[in-house]
């Protein structure tokens, strides 16, 4: 069974910066791509951003592109979001995900991953 767990967010003044961090429990998680998703209220899930297995490849929705970092590290099995100049219009729950399949390198689709987290609570101040 996979888990994930998101942790690090909080309440920040726009402009400032936070890092979110997502733990994977088993041992074949540094096999899959991993990704990031948020949630405004009243809004739909979307896509952040995402990394390949190694860490090598990123990608990033045009609103963070910039602004937000993905990393990872395997030996610890955690993924990093950081978030950079933060706007009082990134704040939302933020989820992260596991891909469904080895195949897909960078996905970009809620429907790609099949292991999520509980979400992170960011809240970004004017």
């Known amino acids: 069974q996979v888990q994930l767990v998101e942790s690090g967010g909080g309440l920040v003044q726009a402009g400032g910066s936070l890092r979110v961090s997502c733990a994977a429990s088993?041992?074949?998680?540094?096999?899959?791509?991993m990704g990031w998703f948020r949630q405004a209220p009243g809004k739909e899930r979307e896509f952040v951003g995402a990394?390949?297995?190694?860490?090598?490849?990123?990608y990033y929705a045009d609103s963070v592109k910039g602004r937000f970092t993905i990393s990872r590290d395997n030996a610890e099995n955690t993924m990093y979001l950081q978030m950079d100049s933060l706007k009082p219009e990134d704040t939302a729950v933020y989820y992260c995900?596991?891909?469904?399949?080895?195949?897909?390198?960078?996905?970009?689709?809620?429907?790609?991953?099949?292991?999520w987290g509980q979400g992170t609570q960011v809240t970004v101040s004017s």
């Open positions: 995900a596991r891909a469904r399949s080895v195949l897909v390198v960078i996905p970009t689709a809620a429907y790609d991953y099949d292991y």
């Open positions: 990394i390949s297995r190694t860490g090598t490849s990123t």
């Open positions: 088993g041992r074949t998680s540094s096999r899959y791509s």
